[in-house]
């Protein structure tokens, strides 16, 4: 067993600036361009995406105790280009923009991104990008230049920094693409009637709900629990979805995710569906930490716990998947911790710190403690 030496939460919240440079230190040594972003950005909007999702008894309910961040909208990209013969690049973005500042040539237009000239010479590329909706971000290929680390941005407070290289699960377009893992998962029906049937997916998980074949007129409820009395307790489950049906042809409605292990699904009026299945959605980690003992209880406490911890660590490190749904100071820092000793994925504890800290100015204490 290990024992760790808990550091105060005030020292690791003061290297959060330090720790995310750190970050974007490590450069796309071989060459190959990275989609960069202004530092902290990415976890920020990842953060503001999730936290946000809370819902109890079918209201949502984000933060409302402390400031919520999200991403810069306008950045500026720049990089010093030094050329003795015209070459060959292509641009990837993220968002609106607009290219300034090439060899004296001022804003280019009429080009195709994927294949455009850049000029011989020494000047400073400038890309500017607008993106409020998610993130502005880009990726910048030529055979001498990359996009990476060594590219500087700015929001307009012209505090020029060096931009972060974002670490994506998966090949995907666009980061405001980027999304967990999803794996199809079924429940045990452990009773049925003409408008209620109640499963059992085995044990506590976190998914997006999907309804088979939904047709007809009225109204269902979804309703999840941790327990078969909680699911079947009806509105005073904490966490349940209503919605209505007013369909002409069959079709599939998959609902926002939820944490839960039975699932109570009533209907109301000429409402009919053939399945109810489910997404299980997780954050793809390799499990690098292990434990075993002769007392095969303290083993299954082990593996329960890991279990949760890998539930809860996603986009950011959650409190708890199924009530609060929030990145608390406090519990990401145990997280941190521990994910040193299971997953070892640095990334997730960068983003987390990153959403949790936001932008300058600070004004007050994270989640308010």
């Known amino acids: 067993m290990k024992r760790f030496l808990y550091l105060p939460i005030l020292f690791l919240l003061a290297v959060t600036t330090s720790y995310a440079q750190h970050a974007v230190s490590r450069g796309a040594s071989n060459g190959e361009a ?86 011989a010479g020494d000047y400073t590329i400038v890309i500017v990008v607008e993106n409020f909706g998610s993130l502005p971000a880009l990726r910048f290929q030529s055979p001498s230049y990359v996009s990476d680390k060594t590219w500087t941005v700015h929001s307009a ?3 020029r920094v060096g931009a972060e290289e974002l670490r994506l699960i998966a090949p995907i377009a666009k980061p405001s693409g980027y999304a967990l893992a999803v794996e199809p998962i079924e429940g045990k029906k452990l009773t049925y009637t003409d408008n209620e049937m109640l499963l059992d997916f085995g044990k506590q998980t976190f998914a997006f709900p999907v309804l088979h074949n939904l047709k007809g007129k009225g109204t269902v409820y979804v309703f999840y629990g941790e327990s078969k009395e909680e699911a079947l307790a009806g509105k005073q489950a904490e966490t349940w979805d209503r919605f209505e049906v007013n369909a002409q042809q ?35 980690l390799e499990y690098r ?40 100071s406090g519990d990401a820092y145990q997280s941190n911790l521990m994910n040193f000793y299971t997953f070892f994925d640095e990334d997730v504890n960068r983003r987390t710190m990153w959403g949790l800290r936001g932008h300058e100015p600070q004004t007050r204490h994270l989640n308010t403690i």
């Open 34 to 119: 990275r989609w960069i972003a202004y530092p902290g950005d990415f976890g920020i909007l990842l953060h503001k995406n999730l936290v946000v999702q809370r819902t109890e008894r079918n209201q949502n309910v984000p933060p409302s105790l402390w400031r919520i961040d999200a991403p810069y909208g306008v950045v500026e990209f720049s990089k010093r280009i030094t050329l003795q013969e015209p070459e060959r690049a292509s641009l990837q973005v993220d968002g609106h923009y607009y290219i300034r500042g090439v060899a004296g040539k001022g804003t280019m237009s009429d080009y195709d991104p994927q294949d455009f000239e850049l000029p």
């Open 157 to 159: 407070n012209f505090d």
């Open 250 to 284: 069959a079709y599939d409605d998959t609902l926002k995710t939820k944490a839960f292990r039975y699932v109570c699904i009533k209907t109301e009026g000429n409402v009919s569906f053939d399945r109810f299945s489910a997404l299980y959605e997780y954050l793809p």
């Open 289 to 328: 930490g292990s434990f075993e003992s002769s007392d095969r209880l303290l083993n299954d406490i082990y593996n329960v716990a890991y279990y949760t911890l890998h539930l809860n660590t996603r986009e950011v490190h959650l409190d708890g998947i199924k009530r609060d749904r929030w990145a608390w």
